[in-house]
């Protein structure tokens, strides 16, 4: 006979349930005698956003990624044609690879700007475009604006829409390391 049996149990030869993983009104890991026992802590839920942060930081570092080769692409094809018909882009004095780091850097803080609005507002996915597309008309506007060779500036719109785009597009995907 084991501790705990009774006379039914022993007819069926059975140990009888354990009562270690019973649940207390929905809340597991309670038992019933120990739920309302002032010793133990009511169980609190996480606080903040159910993120997965793994998932999370790698699609930002992705997203920083692509908008790196983007922008050194884009901006060395740019320099490329202007070489071709023997005119020199200026380029606002940067490198393909100065393009690169400023793709890279911009997806960065678009993956912080994300976690800051998911944080704080109802719906940060529509914050999130909204808030990043208008900076990436004005990142297009500023060039054709301020650049005094027309065609310099309308090249420079070029590279930093097609540096602003795979940013919107990837980092506005980061609902998908939301657990839900």
Do not use: C
Not at 32 to 46: F, L, N, V
Not at 98 to 127: H, K, R
Request: proline content about 7%; cysteine-free.
């Amino acid at each position: 006979m084991y501790p705990g049996q009774d006379d039914q149990t022993r007819r069926m030869g059975q140990q009888p349930e354990s009562r270690a993983y019973s649940q207390a009104g929905g809340n597991p890991a309670y038992d019933e005698p120990y739920a309302t026992d002032p010793g133990y802590p009511e169980r609190r839920e996480p606080r903040g956003p159910a993120l997965d942060v793994g998932k999370f930081v790698g699609s930002v570092a992705a997203t920083a990624l692509v908008a790196a080769i983007a922008g050194w692409l884009i901006s060395w094809v740019v320099d490329a044609v202007f070489t071709r018909f023997g005119h020199q882009w200026a380029g606002g004095g940067n490198t393909p690879t100065m393009y690169a780091v400023y793709g890279a850097v911009a997806a960065l803080l678009a993956g912080l700007l994300w976690y800051l609005l998911l944080v704080g507002t109802a719906n940060p996915q529509q914050f999130f475009s909204w808030t990043v597309g208008l900076l990436i008309v004005a990142a297009v506007a500023l060039p054709l604006l301020v650049t005094v060779p027309f065609l310099d500036g309308l090249a420079a719109a070029i590279v930093h829409l097609l540096i602003g785009l795979p940013i919107l597009a990837l980092t506005g995907s980061l609902n998908a390391t939301l657990r839900r």
